[in-house]
């Protein structure tokens, strides 16, 4: 098993530009997160999915989509890159049965000029 | 929803000490807790967890104890050492990962 996989590992934006960060696992895990982290802080949730087709606005959701057509995959859609956006961005995914442990993808390092 | 405290924020201590790390929450559902380690530069990692149906459970030198009626639960690391410096975050959620919170976070530093 592969686990969680995110790509790209880090990324330069522009502002303005636009840019999909992709998550996929293959645990078969029904519940997906995306995170953000800035430097020395903690993880505020953006988005959650409980399921293929199911998605959910966390903590901070503005200036990001998502979606869920898969149970593997869930990319994350920032629109009109913003300075504010820069961050290291972790996907999770967990278990909706048994140990309810969410994994972490690698995270993808994105600046914003 | 929930809401999870953790205190301190930033915690040193020297080597072979004891370090406590508290969490409180706010959602009298939850029934998950899990407590994540962080090192710099990489993913955070699960290093042990407790259900609201156990009071207490340990791994080698970590152990986690709950109280579910003060809405309370603890880190606890015996004996540390200088690979346990990171930043712990603790979290909460109902039976089945739903609502999953995470705690601020707790930056240790183990002193040599």
């Known amino acids: 098993n592969a686990g969680v996989t995110q790509t790209p590992k880090f990324r330069i934006l522009k502002i303005g530009q636009s840019m999909t960060l992709q998550c996929t696992q293959d645990m078969n895990h029904n519940y997906m997160y995306w995170y953000r982290q800035d430097p020395g802080m903690g993880l505020k949730l953006i988005y959650y999915?409980?399921?293929?087709?199911?998605?959910d606005k966390g903590e901070v959701p503005n200036g990001y989509n998502v979606s869920r057509s898969t149970t593997e995959d869930f990319p994350l859609r920032l629109e009109l890159a913003a300075p504010s956006q820069t961050s290291v961005y972790f996907c999770?995914?967990?278990?909706?049965?048994?140990?309810?442990?969410?994994?972490f993808g690698p995270g993808t390092r994105l600046t914003v000029l | 929803g929930e809401n999870v405290e953790q205190h301190p924020s930033t915690l040193s201590v020297q080597e072979g000490d004891s370090a406590v790390i508290k969490c409180t929450y706010s959602?009298?559902?939850?029934?998950?807790f899990p407590w994540y380690k962080q090192e710099l530069g990489k993913r955070p990692q699960l290093i042990i967890d407790i259900r609201s149906n156990v009071g207490e459970k340990k791994d080698q030198r970590i152990a986690v104890t709950l109280n579910k009626t003060a809405k309370h639960f603890s880190l606890h690391i015996t004996e540390t050492q200088p690979e346990d410096s990171a930043v712990y975050f603790c979290?909460?959620?109902?039976?089945?990962?739903?609502?999953?919170?995470f705690g601020p976070g707790t930056r240790l530093s183990v002193l040599p």
């Open positions: 979290a909460a959620s109902g039976d089945y990962g739903q609502n999953f919170v």
């Open positions: 959602d009298s559902a939850s029934n998950y």
């Open positions: 999915s409980v399921g293929a087709g199911i998605t």
């Open positions: 999770a995914s967990s278990s909706a049965s048994g140990r309810n442990e969410q994994f």
